[in-house]
Each structure stands twice: as structure tokens, then as C-alpha cells.
């Protein structure tokens, strides 16, 4: 009784926002007829248990924080002002949702392993240093040792809530197991924080005597992820006082010399003072020894079943990071086999926003696109195996795909022998312009490496037989506003460029063959070029495209006199089908 007393007297004021109310249970009924949510004030939890934590957070975020988060948590600061009361788990779990949002700006609990948990586990510890017991310290240090408040666990537990149970299941010096249960566990909740301040609270029972904090193993928690127990189970090794020690081995000896002495007051005829005293002795000496034979045969026991324990959860966790690391490695080779269809500046876009699904829809931007096609593959390819089709059509794509990722373009498709590309989406690009000529001109060196390797291989026999010395490409390019983004539906969709200027740019790779030119670029491009880019390229005049009403000015480079049997080829109609990009 002296300690509960002295405990509501003790300096836990430093925790309180406001003055002290001269009833707590009045001022919690002001709070009712104020609307106060009652689930907050439903007895669960002592308000003892949570001044340490309202304390530290105060000591650490200041009074104005720490009341902003109290009355976001739905209580008046006020009303931690009465030790004597008791609020809800429901409550705890406000304040803990609250000091993560207020006070770390984080809008959700972090993961479990993430070193702000360990605030509760700081709380427990502070709770039982000199500052917050205060007046009541020389009271507990009376009682002896870490051990005796050891053993009162299950009593003060059933003091300080009405959810959880305590049992002490085994206590030998330096050593304690203690095990937490809730007593409904159909109905009972509560975060893997309360079990950190509990453990806090054990390691910091020793600091009352001015020893180190006590070792806790957590053996069983009814907050593991991977395989909840029905309780909590602490086992706890800290230091004892050593005059307990001798007290303790002391004790069966000493009563039992004292038993013999008193016994030969009443028969002191048969043995001598000196026999008696030696008999109780020696007595005494078997009694502690045949008990501390039976403690460390207990001990021994415990510690073989918790290894058993141990080694078996070890094996679970072994099998369970197996089962994880086989799913992790099927997941890393699906996504390795799906990056494989996206372009990595998109896929590096999705990544980094992959708390939201993609949705349909795009915006105005300003690009540079870039058509460009296989010269007169329709007439190589008509005399081409299926596999040699798609074998230079590789080597031409990986080519022209590694010069436009190097230019910070995207390609976003393949159609047949021809590719589209874009330069400033889905990233911005400010030189778009400038990087879409420079990877063309890339390009251009590109295919006479491919060409030398062919002759070298003796795969240009399939163009040459056709009189064409070299395979080459075609390419336009134009720059304009167009709507950058996702096209489809809600199961399939892909990231697109629509607007006039794609279509511009398809017609200007058409008309290279109506000039006898490798490139051509719009005017459009050719105004934000650099002074040796637009050297690089010479004027044409203004020309009149496809499917637009104005003419469009023209730039090229790479004169090319095709063969007649060449312009007589036939090119499929592909154009018409890319225009709608």
C-alpha cells in the first residue's frame, strides 16, 4: 500500500500539459457530457503505464507537439493529469498512429523493424530511473533486490490493465521467465509496441538498485508475422545483489543449525552442543545443496527446451526464407522477361511510382519523333528465309535501339522493318531536337559497321545478287506538341505519342524516296539545332505531305541515286498504320 501511495506522488507532474484537476474521475465524467469518445476511456490500460512515453516524447518534440498529438488522439491533455486513470488500447494505438504522422510526418506505422519502434522500448526503461520515481526510489530499493519485483510481476500486471495476465514460470537467482496472455484473446488487440515497452519495462527494473539493465530474451511473441504465439514469453538474466546471493545460501544452513539447538534443549542428555550444531549444520548445508541441485537441474531443463524451441523456429525460418527466396527469384526472372517488352526509361517510370497502378490518359508535351525504315528491304526480303528475315531485322533493331537509348530517346514500337522513336517522353529532354539528329547521325556509322560485318559473314549476298551494294535506312524526323501517355484499356495499354506531328514525321521518312535522300528533318527540328548540326544538313525547299494542308520545310542528308529496278519496287502500306501512332 506504502508503494502504491508513494507511487501517485511521484515526479511523473514533469509528463503533465496542465494543472492537476483536484478529481480525475470528475474531470473524465466533464469529458463525457463534453462528447469524448468513451472507447478511449474504457479501463483497460493504467494511465501509469503510458506517462513514461508521454514524458519522453515531451522531453524530446516539447509540451505544444506532444498536447497536438494528445487531442488529435481524441483526449484532453488534462486528463493524463490523473495517475489514477485508465484509458483504452484503443487509445494507445490513436496516440502511436499520431506520433508517427505528427511528429515524423510518416502517414502510416513503418515496418516493424524500423528504429523508431524502439521509443516504447525506451519508455519502459526511463520509467524506473530516478527522475520519474522520484520520491518513491528509497522505498523500492528497501525491498531487497531485482528479484523481489521479479516475482510481483503478475500482481502489478493485474494492478496496471484488465486485458493482460502475468505468470512467473520459473525464478532462480539472476533469472527470471515471465509469460504475458491476454485474457480474451477472441477480443483482444494491441500493437507489437506494447510488447517493446514491456520488454523496456524488465530491462529496467535493475536500474532502481543502480544496476546494469537487465538481458531479455523475447522467446515467444504473439506479434510475430510469421508465426504468432498465444502469449509472450520473456526470459530475463540480470544482476542480483550480492548480499542476497549470500543470504540466500546462508539460509538453510543457519535454520537448520538453529532448529538442532532449540531440539537439544529438549533432549539434552543424548548428544553434545558441539554434535548438535555440526548434525544442523551439515543439514543445512545437504538442504541448499539438494535445492540448488534441483534449480540447476530445472534450469537445465528450460534452457534444453527453449534450444528445442529455438532450433525448431530456426528450421521454420529456414524453410520460410527458402519458400521467400524462391518466390523473390521466379519474381526477379518474370520481371527480367517482362522489362524485356518495355522501353527502360518507361520501365524506370514505373518503378517509381509503383504505389499507383497506371492509369489512361496523357498530356501535352513537345517531342521529337523519329520514323525510320530499312531501304528497299521489301525487295531483299522477298528472296529471304523466315530466319534470315528476322536475324538482320535484329541485328538492324539492336543497333538502332542501343544509338537511341544512348540518346535519351525511347523506342516505343516495331513495325515490320521500320521503328518508331521519340525524344522528350516519357522523360524531359530540353535538347530533344539535338539528340534525336545526333543518335540519326549515330545511326548513319551504325550501319556500315553492320554492313562490314555482313560482308565479312557473306550475309549481303541476299542484296547484292538484287544490285544493291548495302543495306541503308530512311529516316524522318519532326518536332511538335503531340499527347503523351497511356492508350488502351484498363487490362492493356501502352505508352503512346499521338498528335500531328507523329504523323508528319512518318510522311517525312516517306519522302526520302521522292527526293533520292537518307534523311529528312522538318524545319521545326532544324530551328532548335545547334550551328553544326544545321551544317550538317542541307536545305529542300518546302514540301507538301501527306494528310496536311500546309507545306513543310525540309532539311536532309545522304543524297542517295537509286537503281531503277528500285524505284520500281513496291513498298507495303505500313505508313498509313504507323500515322495513327
Not at 522531453?59 to 498529438?69: E, F
Not at 503512346?496 to 535522300?517: C, H, I, M, P, S
Amino acid at each position: 500500500e506504502m508503494m502504491e501511495q508513494d507511487t501517485t506522488r511521484c515526479s511523473y507532474d514533469k509528463c503533465r500539459g496542465c494543472d492537476p484537476t483536484p478529481n480525475g474521475f470528475a474531470a473524465m465524467d466533464t469529458y463525457a457530457d463534453n462528447g469524448i469518445d468513451a472507447e478511449l476511456r474504457r479501463p483497460e490500460i493504467s494511465l501509469r503505464c503510458m506517462l513514461p512515453f508521454i514524458y519522453l516524447l515531451r522531453k524530446q518534440h516539447g509540451d505544444a507537439k506532444v498536447d497536438r498529438v494528445i487531442k488529435s488522439a481524441g483526449l484532453d491533455p488534462c486528463v493524463l493529469n490523473d495517475t489514477e486513470a485508465w484509458v483504452s488500447l484503443k487509445f494507445g494505438e490513436r496516440i502511436r498512429d499520431e506520433v508517427f504522422r505528427q511528429l515524423y510526418n510518416l502517414p502510416e506505422p513503418p515496418p516493424r523493424e524500423d528504429p523508431l519502434w524502439q521509443l516504447w522500448r525506451q519508455a519502459g526503461i526511463v520509467g524506473f530511473e530516478r527522475e520519474l520515481l522520484g520520491d518513491v526510489l528509497p522505498v523500492l530499493r528497501a525491498f531487497g533486490s531485482p528479484g523481489f519485483l521479479y516475482d510481483q510481476v503478475s500482481r502489478e500486471v493485474c494492478r496496471a490493465n484488465t486485458v493482460l495476465k502475468a505468470e512467473v514460470r520459473s525464478h532462480a537467482p539472476g533469472r527470471v521467465v515471465i509469460a504475458m496472455r491476454p485474457n480474451d484473446p477472441e477480443t483482444y488487440q494491441e500493437g507489437h509496441e506494447c510488447c517493446l515497452n514491456r520488454v523496456g519495462c524488465f530491462e529496467g527494473i535493475p536500474i532502481i538498485w543502480g544496476f546494469p539493465k537487465a538481458r531479455v530474451q523475447h522467446t515467444k511473441c504473439m506479434h510475430d508475422p510469421l508465426h504468432p504465439a498465444c502469449e509472450c514469453e520473456y526470459v530475463i538474466y540480470f544482476q542480483e545483489r550480492p548480499i542476497m546471493k549470500y543470504f540466500r545460501a546462508c539460509l538453510a544452513p543457519i535454520a537448520c543449525t538453529f532448529l538442532a539447538v532449540k531440539a537439544r534443549q529438549h533432549f539434552p542428555a543424548y548428544l553434545p552442543i558441539e554434535m548438535v550444531l555440526a548434525l544442523g549444520l551439515l543439514v543445512g548445508i545437504a538442504i541448499e545443496g539438494w535445492r540448488s541441485m534441483l534449480s540447476i537441474h530445472r534450469l537445465y531443463h528450460e534452457d534444453r527446451k527453449h534450444m528445442q524451441n529455438v532450433i525448431e523456429r530456426a528450421d521454420q525460418r529456414t524453410m520460410d526464407l527458402w519458400r521467400e527466396s524462391e518466390q523473390l527469384r521466379r519474381l526477379a526472372l518474370d520481371n527480367r522477361n517482362i522489362s524485356s517488352y518495355l522501353p527502360p526509361t518507361l520501365l524506370h517510370r514505373l518503378r517509381g511510382s509503383r504505389q499507383h497502378a497506371p492509369q489512361l490518359g496523357g498530356a501535352r508535351r513537345e517531342v521529337t519523333v523519329l520514323f525510320l525504315d530499312i531501304r528497299s528491304y521489301s525487295t531483299v526480303s522477298e528472296h529471304l528465309d523466315p530466319e534470315d528475315t528476322i536475324r538482320i531485322l535484329n541485328e538492324c533493331f539492336a543497333a538502332w535501339v542501343a544509338d537511341v537509348q544512348k540518346h535519351g530517346g525511347t523506342v516505343l514500337e516495331f513495325l515490320g522493318d521500320g521503328m518508331l522513336a521519340v525524344f522528350g517522353a516519357p522523360n524531359d529532354q530540353s535538347d530533344h531536337a539535338s539528340q534525336a539528329v545526333r543518335c540519326v547521325k549515330a545511326m548513319v556509322g551504325s550501319m556500315e559497321r553492320l554492313n562490314e560485318s555482313w560482308d565479312a559473314t557473306g550475309s549481303n549476298q541476299f542484296w547484292q545478287d538484287k544490285g544493291i551494294s548495302k543495306l541503308g535506312f530512311r529516316a524522318g524526323i519532326h518536332t511538335g506538341t503531340v499527347v503523351a501517355g497511356n492508350l488502351g484499356s484498363s487490362t492493356q495499354m501502352k505508352y503512346a505519342v499521338v498528335g500531328d506531328a507523329v504523323n508528319v514525321a512518318a510522311r517525312l521518312e516517306q519522302l526520302n524516296k521522292k527526293l533520292d535522300t537518307t534523311i529528312a528533318v522538318s524545319g521545326d527540328t532544324h530551328m532548335q539545332l545547334s550551328d553544326s548540326l544545321k551544317a550538317w544538313l542541307i536545305p529542300k525547299g518546302h514540301h507538301s505531305v501527306k494528310g496536311r494542308q500546309q507545306s513543310v520545310e525540309v532539311f536532309t542528308h545522304g543524297e542517295f541515286l537509286s537503281s531503277p529496278s528500285l524505284h520500281a519496287s513496291s513498298y507495303p502500306g505500313k505508313y498509313r498504320r504507323l500515322s495513327l501512332h
